[in-house]
DNA sequence: GTCTATAATTTGATAGAC
DNA sequence: GTCTATCAAATTATAGAC
């Protein structure tokens, strides 16, 4: 991965995050970043091709940041990483822009968001069974559901408001709510 | 409003909750109802004003449904509502759809997608009120916004990933955890 | 109220020079 | 690897006949 297709997946992401799949295009994306359309199509072939690939990036890069789910805290830390990301650039999550959109983006796409939402449920699911270890592995599985679809709703809910403390008020409760299982 | 008014509202609502705010074109609604594009904007001037239309027509009927929040089992019936439309026709909610584009819509439709949510929220904080008189306000408000973005979030992951029955799920545990409050 | 016809723009994508 | 030039199709929207 060079260093122009590194600038137009940056470019995507945030334009994406903006206002979904059909919220950007190649030209946008070549004058943020002062090239060609054509250029753009060297990188990625297909509109379908980008937005897949700005879905596996994001998901790689958000798998990093997750860590091990078996640390002090692991739960919180997820919290910050929803929080800190709609603070930072006002934008909510990939996955929760785009699943709006599931039923008519490509299927490449679709599926890469589905992996998105079963990795942090899985990954949600063993941090839930260390916090409380007599919780069943379906208590668990359940919990992680609710949590990430929760924090996904209350993201977009912030966003759409432009209340961006709703979701770390969300995401507070929520975990107060789970702990009471 | 007349009856071709109607229709058209009706078929971009179908394909709003479908694939978003750009995954529905004038000419696609005239194809379905066998009429032509013009007589689309006929009706409705421009695609802001349609697409205002229908998020207005939605929160209407959505409220008509939702009835009076101090009746019995009201937020079971609420959340019945929920789980009945994703069933019936494998659609989110119209909110929950286009709260993704939210940064890129029109701003009046963007500002009919708030009112939707602030309506709900309103209502779920009067039915909670009702079914927990020990709760002050700030936590039957809470509880509403927590409920609403919720399943909101849980709906759009339940269409994403093909699994229904995963709002049903959802929604059940989210109100046995709201009610330990 | 619906139609034909069309304007103006944008879209995703490609061919070929450099 | 980036560019110019261009294509075919789709988009929102309007003018004017019927």
Known sequence: MNETAQRIITSAEAMIREGGYYGFSFRQIADELSIKSASVHYHFPTKEALGSAVAENYTERF????????????????????????????????????????????????????EFSQKNVTWLQGAFAQ????????????????????????????????????????GESLLQFLSKK
């Open 131 to 170: 916090l409380h270890p007599q919780w069943t592995a379906e208590e668990c599985r359940k919990a992680a559901m609710i949590f990430f679809s929760s924090l996904e709703g209350a993201m977009v809910f912030a966003a759409l408001n432009n209340r961006p403390e709703h979701l770390t008020e969300i």
């Open 63 to 114: 798998v990093q940041q997750l860590g091990d789910f078996s640390d002090q805290g692991a739960i919180q830390h997820y919290l910050g990483l929803f929080t800190a990301s709609l603070k930072n650039d006002g934008r909510a999550c990939l996955c929760g822009i785009l699943a709006g959109e599931a039923g008519k983006i490509p299927e490449s796409l679709r599926i890469a968001l589905q």
